[in-house]
């Protein structure tokens, strides 16, 4: 359930996660669902639509009713990054990351409203208390996993010429340059957005629900030859497609940290006599 990190449906060339942990066991059945598609917004996946087609097609999944998926045994689940972008259609105003950005800043612990992030933040879980309060009436017991992106490259780059980008107009027009400086502000952004999924999978946890926080920050700069991102090192780029979205090899390389820290959680896919943990 989620964005574009999570959604099948678009074929080689477009890599995503869940495709790359196929090598690793699991069988994605989110098609089935209709809840994993580009552009989501967290906002969105909580609105009551949305969740009551969760409740259908689980329902029908666990009534085992025929064209139904099977009942899951684990459900990867992330959001945030939609809600925080926009999406780039030329108005880079009109995003979340436009209000969070202090025009004119030069320095990172200068350059974010931390007031305004809190506010984001707040949204953003309620958003997912939401989602999985419905799920753990549709799915009891079922282990949730939610991830929270890795840090981009807000460079302006992407796969081809004239390719749509997401960040760098956002900076530019709050007048913030430079990677030395763009490149710091994202990270505490994503860094921020996985403390809040981090401490709602521990307050989950809490109440007795198998909710955990999938930790995906510098997995792919730790990949081989991932370079010193810059105009001149644009070795990254063979792991980042996009501002947004990785490659199939740096997808590849989340995949095996998910799979590293499902088999932690004691869920190994394919595997019998496990269950999830």
């Known amino acids: 359930?989620?964005?574009?990190?999570?959604?099948?449906?678009?074929?080689?060339?477009?890599?995503?996660?869940?495709?790359?942990?196929?090598?690793?066991?699991c069988r994605v059945v989110n098609h089935g669902v209709g809840h994993a598609e580009p552009g989501y917004t967290l906002m969105e996946l909580a609105g009551e639509e949305m969740r009551e087609r969760l409740v259908q097609a689980l329902g029908d999944a666990y009534d085992g009713l025929p064209g139904s998926f099977p009942r899951p045994q684990l459900i990867l689940l992330d959001g945030g990054g939609n809600d925080l972008a926009g999406s780039p259609d030329g108005q880079p105003q009109n995003t979340w990351l436009a209000?969070?950005?202090?025009?004119?800043?030069?320095?990172?612990?200068?350059?974010?409203?931390?007031?305004?992030?809190?506010?984001?933040?707040?949204?953003?879980?309620?958003?997912?208390?939401?989602?999985?309060?419905?799920?753990?009436?549709?799915?009891?017991?079922?282990?949730?996993?939610?991830?929270a992106y890795d840090h981009p490259?807000?460079?302006g780059h992407g796969p081809a010429p004239g390719w749509p980008t997401w960040l760098q107009p956002v900076f530019a027009w709050r007048r913030?340059?430079?990677?030395?400086?763009?490149?710091?502000?994202?990270?505490?952004?994503?860094?921020?957005?996985?403390?809040?999924?981090?401490?709602?999978?521990?307050?989950?946890?809490?109440?007795?629900?198998?909710v955990h926080h999938l930790d995906l920050r510098g997995q792919l700069a730790a990949l081989p030859d991932f370079g010193d991102p810059g105009d001149a090192d644009t070795r990254y780029r063979r792991y980042w497609d996009d501002e947004l979205h990785p490659t199939a090899a740096g997808y590849e390389g989340l995949a095996r940290a998910v799979a590293a820290q499902i088999a932690a959680l004691g869920w190994l896919p394919g595997r019998s006599g496990t269950s999830p943990a």
Do not use: C, K
């Open 1 to 25: 359930m989620g964005d574009s990190w999570l959604s099948d449906l678009h074929g080689p060339d477009f890599p995503d996660l869940v495709t790359a942990l196929a090598a690793h066991g």
């Open 99 to 147: 209000a969070l950005l202090r025009d004119g800043a030069t320095r990172p612990e200068d350059a974010v409203d931390e007031g305004l992030l809190d506010q984001f933040l707040a949204q953003r879980r309620a958003d997912y208390e939401r989602l999985l309060d419905t799920l753990a009436q549709a799915a009891p017991g079922v282990p949730i996993l939610v991830h």
């Open 153 to 155: 490259i807000p460079a």
């Open 176 to 210: 913030q340059h430079g990677l030395a400086l763009t490149r710091p502000v994202m990270r505490h952004l994503i860094d921020r957005l996985n403390g809040m999924v981090a401490t709602l999978a521990a307050d989950q946890q809490a109440r007795g629900r198998p």
